[in-house]
């Protein structure tokens, strides 16, 4: 996991990790993504996504669930040529006017990369993530 203290308020943070296709702006590797479901609240549940990290390009559907402070995302099992799993969250606390945004990932990829490769694209994926984040919001 990750953590960063970001300038800004809890519901600027949430209203920017909601904001699936405008992760594009901030998300490292993230090219795009299509809402294909959403909740009564009009937060997405389910999309395909498109990333490309410097391993390799995946298109995928992932599915999320939101909470007051964050949401979590899992991937469709058998929507990915590069993935077998993908589970993650966002976990947002209010640190009166600031916010900690703690980011979570586990990827297991399909692909024949030594270990030290996979937990470094992680790592650089965790922490440019946060940081992206924090650019954003600020």
Do not use: Y
Request: net charge neutral; hydrophobic share 35%; aromatic share 6%.
């Amino acid at each position: 996991s990750e953590s960063v203290t970001i300038n800004a308020p809890l519901d600027k943070v949430l209203a920017a990790i909601r904001d699936l296709p405008g992760q594009e702006a901030w998300f490292p590797g993230f090219v795009s993504a299509e809402v294909l479901e959403t909740d009564d609240q009009g937060r997405t549940t389910k999309a395909r996504q498109t990333n490309d990290v410097k391993v390799a390009k995946d298109t995928f559907e992932v599915t999320f669930t939101h909470s007051d402070a964050g949401q979590t995302w899992d991937l469709v099992p058998g929507s990915s040529k590069v993935q077998k799993a993908n589970s993650g969250s966002w976990t947002l606390a209010d640190k009166g006017g600031k916010t900690e945004a703690t980011m979570n990932l586990s990827i297991d990829t399909s692909l024949p990369l030594p270990g030290f490769v996979q937990k470094k694209t992680l790592k650089d994926t965790l922490k440019g993530a946060t940081q992206g984040l924090k650019k954003f919001c600020e």
